[in-house]
């Protein structure tokens, strides 16, 4: 059996010396750390060096499979159409996305929401606004399939489903850097749902959300720099996406959506989001959001050819949602 410390000298020696790890290392190096093999330390060391240049797909898709065996396969038996993780938090906005998951779920399309509460206490949490939306949380498979069998939308806390990566998210109160885990947390779809969509912080890292995902089997997923980092579409900026579509890794870009609205936001909490839905106020930047955000699933799925039909349904269907 490799030690931790030769993982960790293959990508930190010197320059001419060092490489990344092949997808089946990185497999292998978590899971050393996973049964008690090696220390934090080491695991620290290993990720810092990796995040100073990058982490690579394989290395991602590595770190996937690892954690993905430690969850409980009773979750992957829930049928669920969206894996739908919410791993940053908003600043600027309030979380749209969640009226986008609520209009499809009204819809018929079974959404399962995740997240970690405690990833970045500065930010509005997405699991903050759940409640004020009727949105119902499960820490159970089986309080899971229940909630979805009524509402089409749950909403599942990491500890619920994958507990040794919360330690490993805090160790970035520590080193003061996000970690590759940071981007593993948003691609470990537990419910193997059939489609996903991942919000990123960082132009670029939609490319290597999508080939990673690819290395580890998903066949259709959707990536893009959301706004504020979640997965959430900003209707201001073109998006561009990169993702799986049946296996094959693929990019496209939606056209700006809203041209000259300000980006800022007064009230972000649940109980405005809930005031929006309900029709008590009208906020023309989030309707904006929810519909391009909501168009991208659903041209993904394929419930809608192209990017105009799919804006066209989105906005329907947010339109008439007083009237399901």
């Excluded at 990566?165 to 109160?173: H, M, Q």
């Amino acid at each position: 059996m490799t030690a931790f410390s030769d993982y960790i000298k293959l990508v930190g020696r010197g320059e001419k010396g060092r490489r990344p790890l092949t997808q089946d290392e990185a497999r292998d190096a978590l899971r050393l750390y996973l049964d008690g093999k090696a220390e934090l330390l080491q695991l620290a060391t290993l990720l810092m060096l990796q995040r100073v240049r990058c982490e690579t797909s394989e290395e991602a898709a590595g770190y996937i499979q690892a954690l993905r065996s430690r969850i409980d396969p009773a979750w992957q038996a829930l049928d669920v159409d969206v894996d739908w993780p919410c791993f940053a938090g908003k600043r600027r906005q309030p979380p749209w996305l969640l009226l986008a998951a609520k209009l499809l779920a009204q819809n018929g399309i079974r959404i399962m929401l995740s997240g970690h509460k405690a990833v970045d206490a500065v930010k509005y949490q997405v699991e903050s606004a759940c409640p004020s939306l009727g949105i119902r949380q499960a820490s159970t498979p089986d309080e899971a399939r229940q909630v979805l069998a009524t509402d089409n939308i749950c909403y599942i806390p990491l500890s619920s489903y994958c507990e040794p990566l919360v330690d490993l998210l805090a160790l970035r109160n520590q080193v003061g850097l996000r970690t590759p885990l940071n981007t593993v947390a948003r691609s470990l779809n537990p419910t193997a749902a059939q489609f996903g969509i991942h919000g990123i912080f960082h132009q670029g890292y939609e490319q290597l959300h999508a080939e990673a995902a690819q290395l580890v089997g998903d066949l259709n997923m959707v990536a893009f720099k959301g706004e504020g980092g979640e997965s959430e579409r900003s209707p201001r900026t073109a998006c561009r996406v990169a993702g799986v579509r049946n296996g094959e890794v693929y990019q496209e870009e939606w056209p700006t959506y809203l041209e000259g609205a300000s980006g800022k936001h007064g009230e972000i909490s649940g109980d405005y989001l809930n005031q929006v839905w309900q029709g008590e106020a009208v906020n023309h930047y989030g309707d904006h959001a929810v519909i391009s955000t909501a168009a991208i699933i659903l041209k993904m799925m394929g419930v809608c050819p192209d990017q105009d039909s799919a804006l066209e349904q989105a906005s329907t269907w947010w339109h008439q949602r007083h009237q399901v």
